[in-house]
């Protein structure tokens, strides 16, 4: 059988006796202490002031008047407030609506623009046909402006006869082809006549069939009356 020996028991000594009952006596007085501690609250509670009555300005407690008096001055601020807040409203709402007139008028004068009078269109020029009706016509259309007489019939009955309307017939046999100046066109006016009564704004060219009419029938409305008072050579 083995041999085993058992350890001794440990002895505590007179000294850790004393310390562990040091120890704890200063823990029970430390929980005595929590616990008998008032708490923050009711600290605070015991040691809050009574509370504050109101007093006049001379110390002494408000009388019934002096609430009475107070009352009146809080409602007069409060109407003076209310008064000055309701004017400011009003201030500003007249100012918003004057900035909304403003600014419709200004649409108004952009959206509105006045326009300067469109020009009438001017008339296409009339045309006409390049043959003798269309000699005739537009020197009668030249004739009217100019206020000189005469008549599609009197001007077509002595073209007819003098050149059969040809415009660049040239007479080479009478006295003014022997003098020198012999007669041409359409109605057969010599250059000379033609340059005395010559129509402004025909081209001046005595075989131009406009040019050659218009000279024509201002020479005899001077001489004549018209070219329509007119039945043989003249």
Known sequence: MPNFTLPRPA????????SAAVVTAASCAAALAFTAAPSN???????????VK???????????????????????????VAARLKVTAVEKQGHVAKQAAN???????????????????????????????????????????????GSYNGLHRNIMRESSGNPNAVNDWDINAINGVPSKGLLQVIQPTFDTYHVSGT???LTDPIANITAAANYAAHRYGSIDNVNSAY
């Open 11 to 18: 002895r505590i000594t007179r000294t850790q006796k004393v």
């Open 103 to 149: 600014r419709s008028v200004e649409r108004k004068a952009i959206a509105t623009p006045k326009l300067a009078p469109k020009a009438a269109p001017k008339a296409a020029p009339k045309q006409y046909a390049n043959n003798l009706d269309g000699w005739i016509r537009e020197s009668l259309d030249i004739m009217k402006a100019k206020g000189i007489p």
């Open 54 to 80: 109101p007093v006049s300005a001379n110390g002494l407690p408000l009388t019934a008047k002096d609430r009475a008096d107070d009352g009146k001055k809080d409602q007069q601020v409060a109407s003076s």
């Open 203 to 205: 081209p001046k060219k």
């Open 41 to 51: 609250a009711e600290t605070t509670a015991a040691h809050a002031p009574a509370a």
